[in-house]
């Protein structure tokens, strides 16, 4: 019987320590006072404000009542353990595993905490240094992006896409939408690195090549991220190049440009300047909200210009030659499989960058 209190009294440690990180409490007692505002029956005078509350209470229960019920559960086996005999450790053994198993399923809880984690994410991707190689390294990237979405059933959207000279491509941009897309998809923010033999050399010869991955959330509320008029320069221009079947040659591509970060954003894949526009500033705000997780500024205003992930962050490193490895600069988590990793394998990758974050977090937060 004593390893199995010795399960049970480690799992009720665990709950407890998630209580504490994921504010269980504190939420609870948010819950109860909007609870409260609600029942007041003068609270639907203001209709879109009661269905704000109701939305609110609504996530904030659904955040709540299950930890709620896992502590209660995993006490109330706690005491029957003590007042039980050895004729009853099958029992209890399944008990504690089910609950364990529950503990480990709401641990994602405790990765995704960002603000912006159960939104959906916008995933751009541009080729950097090594001409040819780096454009056809970037469209490998786009595959395993597409690959990996496409196993987690995800929903993607193409917004913009340009072909390169030769082969591969320059740049392109989807959206993601699934069950927190953004949350998985943000350890992929950074530069990616390959070293491979280049079929683009008739030597042969081994070669280096970059490509940027910027991941954002989609910020698709109008309020969400307010920009003023006078900061935006909006351009337009004739679409047209190397953008794919089905762009128009009118003057419907749009350029807006943050003046005072300098972000731009420019987009001429959609059917007409309206909607061209629309999805500039969509991204134009993603990026703006990404802009300030990294700097962590609490308002536009203070933002600095262009200072960001950009080009001098090296997250990760794909060598095909001598030998085959995909390794992580931050986490240092790596899988020799290099090529199953560009066919989707980066579940990995992404539960030890959000490991790795939560484990920082709180080392941060011990030594203040």
Known sequence: MQPLKKRASDLSEQIHSAYETLYIDAKAKELAAIDRQLADSNVWANVERAQQLSRESAALRAQIEPWQVLRSQTNDIVELMDLGDDSMIAEFDEQISALEAEYANRRRDLLFQ??????AAIVKLSSGAGGTDAQDWTEMLERMYLRWAEKHDMHVE???????DEAGIKNATYIMRGSYAY????????????????????????????????????IAAPDEVQIADKDLRIDIYRSGGNGGQ???TTDSAVRITHIPTGIVVAIQNERSQIQNK????????????????????ETLADLRAGESASWGAQIRNYVLHPYTLAKDTRTKYEDRDATAVLDGKLDGFMSAYLTWTVDSAHTNSSNI
């Open 278 to 297: 629309e999805t500039a500033l969509k991204i134009l705000k993603s990026r703006l909200a990404q802009m300030q997780l990294e700097q962590h500024a």
């Open 246 to 248: 089905g762009v128009n």
């Open 158 to 164: 193409l917004v913009e896409r340009s072909a390169g």
């Open 114 to 119: 960002g603000e912006y984690d159960d939104y």
């Open 183 to 218: 949350g998985w998809l943000k350890s992929e923010h950074g530069v990616h690195r390959l070293v491979r033999l280049s079929p683009f050399n008739a030597d042969n010869l081994r070669q280096t090549s970059f490509a940027l991955v910027e991941i954002m959330p989609e």
